[in-house]
T-cell receptor, first 113, second 114 residues
Framework: AQSVAQPEDQVNVAEGNPLTVKCTYS??????LFWYVQYPNRGLQFLLK??????LVKGSYGFEAEFNKSQTSFHLKKPSALVSDSALYFC???????????FGTGTRLLVSP | KAGVTQTPRYLIKTRGQQVTLSCSPI?????VSWYQQTPGQGLQFLFE???????NKGNFPGRFSGRQFSNSRSEMNVSTLELGDSALYLC?????????????FGEGSRLTVL
């Protein structure tokens, strides 16, 4: 079965600094990888995806992610964090079904002013 | 364009009761899936529907069921509620023909079982 791991429960960063939220994956075959964000009492919002092609994927709100096959990682990055980026971030991988995603445990990002 | 609409947003039930949650996908989206989110288990896939047929099912007991209607709207039902069923239930939709993978989620139905 496909799986993803998010090793950090929380990431703290100061506004204006770069941020990284880590994700590693374990899949058989080619991975379909995603990042979603969840704000309090809200559903999940799609940020970006890797299907195939360039290893650097650009997404919404200035986020990007780097697919690294040798390290089986798909870390989420942003050059300059905003306080409004504070939220819960989930890495996910498609697992067999078209809409069947396996999610990581989530990383809470806290951006301080 | 309206997003995924889930009703009700909040509900409280007691053990042993049953509950039905509703989901209206984005117009033009024919694929619908359901996820359960709890603090302990995180986000877990429940089921996926396309063209009124269940295409995939997660590892949940038979008390959890769902269906999809001809207009792509979907419902899920949980019978004989247990305390552990307290969760945020999220519905997602997508255009299956695009095969691009991203899901569009509703804001969820928060179920509390007392």
């Amino acid at each position: 079965a496909q799986s993803v791991a998010q090793p950090e429960d929380q990431v703290n960063v100061a506004e204006g600094n770069p941020l990284t939220v880590k994700c590693t994956y374990s899949v058989s075959g080619n991975p379909y990888l995603f990042w979603y964000v969840q704000y309090p009492n809200r559903g999940l919002q799609f940020l970006l995806k890797y299907i195939t092609g360039d290893n650097l994927v650009k997404g919404s709100y200035g986020f990007e992610a780097e697919f690294n096959k040798s390290q089986t990682s798909f870390h989420l990055k942003k050059p300059s964090a905003l306080v409004s980026d504070s939220a819960l971030y989930f890495c996910a991988v498609r697992d067999g079904g078209f809409q069947k995603l396996v999610f990581g445990t989530g990383t809470r990002l806290l951006v301080s002013p | 364009k309206a997003g995924v609409t889930q009703t009700p947003r909040y509900l409280i039930k007691t053990r042993g009761q049953q509950v039905t949650l509703s989901c209206s996908p984005i117009s033009g989206h024919r694929s619908v899936s359901w996820y359960q989110q709890t603090p302990g288990q995180g986000l877990q896939f429940l089921f996926e529907y396309f063209s009124e047929t269940q295409r995939n099912k997660g590892n949940f007991p038979g008390r959890f069921s769902g269906r999809q209607f001809s207009n792509s709207r979907s419902e899920m039902n949980v019978s004989t509620l247990e305390l552990g069923d307290s969760a945020l239930y999220l519905c997602a939709s997508s255009r299956r023909d695009q095969n691009t993978g991203e899901l569009f989620f509703g804001e969820g139905s928060r179920l509390t079982v007392l």
